[in-house]
């Protein structure tokens, strides 16, 4: 009887310690404490200059819509819209443009684009020497802004860009910009050209493979293939002729270049560079104007103008009309020195 006893005082006594556990908490593995749960709020929207609710001021923008003469079923891609709160946030947080012209060139004209770029020169060749005759722009050059603008289609901004634009024309910051912006993007819905819900682009409202906004659209978009649609967003025959459209009407010179980097002789006068004091590319030459490699520049009567581009490290370029023509398209120095070396790196 007695070889129970101790079976039995070992069971007494792990039911004491599991009591004790029970009560008090293991000292071996502590309770956990019950963790809050974790919700992600949802963005609030930035303080704007607008002080009418926005309900208010879309049923003014529809009246107004309607007053204009757009559809009905146009319209209605108004309807249901909230402020993006995100489209405020990137406008407030735009970069003030501090990068240095040899890093903002470092990061657009890589090796893999420019290899990406002659594939698509040699796979579009046919199309593109199509769209080049009916415009004068190098093949070379139609690569270039795709390939800055969306990485060749490929980065083509995934926001509504009629939501985006009303957005941004509630601000108030630019208000009156952008709410023309936004009956322009309604035209073109209404004319039938893409619908509502398939018409993206940036945050800013710049649409399709181009970039183009809604004005820009309505003025250089062109139907290339002829399918009754000038189609950006998916049709390369109307991106390239789009794109060509736009520079041949901002004064393209055909068969011309963009400029070059060049090299300025010892006590160059400063206030010779800019775009106000265009003399011929003889003349810098006779004023010791050389390539950077301190040989002589070609004979030429060519119009041209020396800049001095900020945060350039003291790099001069001496440029052509058709940089003027890039800049069109986008006002920055360093964007249209871009687009013209990675047009030379691309080549004939």
Wanted: glycine share 8%; proline share 7%; hydrophobic share 40%.
């Amino acid at each position: 009887s007695t070889g129970f006893v101790r079976p039995r005082l070992a069971l007494l006594g792990l039911l004491v310690l599991a009591a004790c556990a029970k009560s008090t908490g293991d000292l071996r593995t502590p309770a956990q404490p019950m963790q809050p749960e974790i919700t992600t709020p949802a963005p609030t929207m930035p303080e704007t200059l607008n002080t009418i609710p926005f309900p208010d001021w879309l049923a003014d923008l529809k009246r107004e819509a309607a007053t204009r003469g757009l559809k009905p079923a146009t319209i209605a891609a108004l309807d249901g819209l909230d402020p993006l709160p995100k489209v405020i946030e990137l406008d407030r947080r735009q970069p003030e443009g501090k990068a240095s012209l040899s890093d903002y060139l470092a990061n657009r004209i890589t090796r893999a684009r420019v290899a990406r770029a002659k594939a698509l020169l040699a796979e579009n060749r046919p199309l593109l020497d199509k769209v080049s005759a009916r415009y004068g722009v190098q093949p070379r050059f139609i690569l270039a802004f795709w390939g800055i603008e969306t990485d060749f289609g490929r980065v083509t901004g995934g926001f509504q860009v009629i939501q985006s634009l009303a957005t941004l024309a509630y601000d108030g910051r630019r208000a009156e910009y952008f709410r023309g912006e936004l009956f322009k993007a309604l035209e073109i819905i209404d004319a039938g050209a893409i619908a509502a819900r398939d018409m993206k682009g940036s945050w800013a409202g710049a649409m399709g493979q181009t970039q183009f906004m809604p004005s820009s659209y309505l003025k250089f978009a062109v139907d290339f293939n002829g399918n009754g649609k000038a189609d950006i967003w998916n049709e390369p025959a109307d991106v390239f002729g789009s794109i060509a459209h736009y520079l041949a009407e901002n004064g393209w010179r055909r068969g011309q270049g963009w400029g070059r980097e060049v090299a300025l002789p010892q006590g160059f006068r400063q206030e010779l560079a800019g775009l106000e004091n265009a003399k011929s590319v003889d003349a810098w030459r006779n004023l010791g104007v050389t390539n950077p490699d301190g040989s002589k520049l070609p004979h030429s009567a060519v119009q041209s103008w020396i800049i001095l581009p900020p945060r350039s490290n003291d790099r001069a370029f001496m440029v052509y009309d058709n940089f003027k023509a890039i800049r069109a398209y986008n006002p920055s120095h360093f964007y249209a020195i871009a687009i013209g070396q990675l047009a030379d790196a691309i080549g004939p």
